[in-house]
């Protein structure tokens, strides 16, 4: 005979558990990311007759083939390098040991990015009003913009459940 799970056994439960910890919702915002780059962010649509669909990567590469090198250099950083980093950064500390060397190591770095985590949405803000702002133009929101402002905020959540045990520990940070 067969036991039956106890409730706390149940692969359910244990799935439910590991999504809500830090290490499961950053493999969701990493999920969310990919979508949330490539995906639509805006529609644009300029004198009622032509629309324009613009994603995050679509935005960057059309920056870059503009020239304008800077600005798609900054867009680029702050809204895929960075995020993206955060989240394989905050992944090797959730699946290390607390008190190993890579976590010890990395919960510093993962301090430091965790600061500019809400830039990349502030961007990304920008350039939806800069454009609803343009007399000439309107802009709609896509599922990309929704997708990437998830996989933001998931990680923001993440990252600080994973820094909290540390500042308790060391309050000076």
Do not use: C, H
């Not at 798609?72 to 008190?99: D, N, Q």
């Amino acid at each position: 005979m067969t036991a039956k799970p106890t409730p706390s056994r149940s692969p359910a439960l244990r799935a439910a558990r590991f999504l809500a910890s830090p290490a499961g919702m950053l493999l969701i915002a990493l999920g969310l990311l990919v979508p949330g780059v490539f995906l639509p962010l805006v529609t644009v649509e300029k004198l009622l007759i032509f629309t324009d669909q613009i994603s995050l990567y679509g935005g960057i590469m059309d920056l870059y083939s503009s020239q304008e090198y800077f600005l798609a250099t900054v867009l680029l950083a702050f809204s895929m390098v960075f995020p993206l980093a955060k989240i394989l950064v905050g992944l090797t500390v959730a699946f290390s040991r607390r008190g190993t060397a890579p976590s010890a190591r990395l919960l510093p770095v993962l301090s430091w990015l965790g600061k500019w985590s809400m830039l990349d949405v502030f961007i990304v803000g920008l350039l939806v009003l800069s454009i609803k702002s343009n007399l000439l133009a309107d802009a709609g929101t896509e599922p990309g913009l929704y997708f990437f402002t998830a996989s933001i905020i998931l990680s923001l959540v993440a990252t600080q459940r994973l820094l909290k045990p540390s500042r308790a520990a060391n309050p000076s940070r």
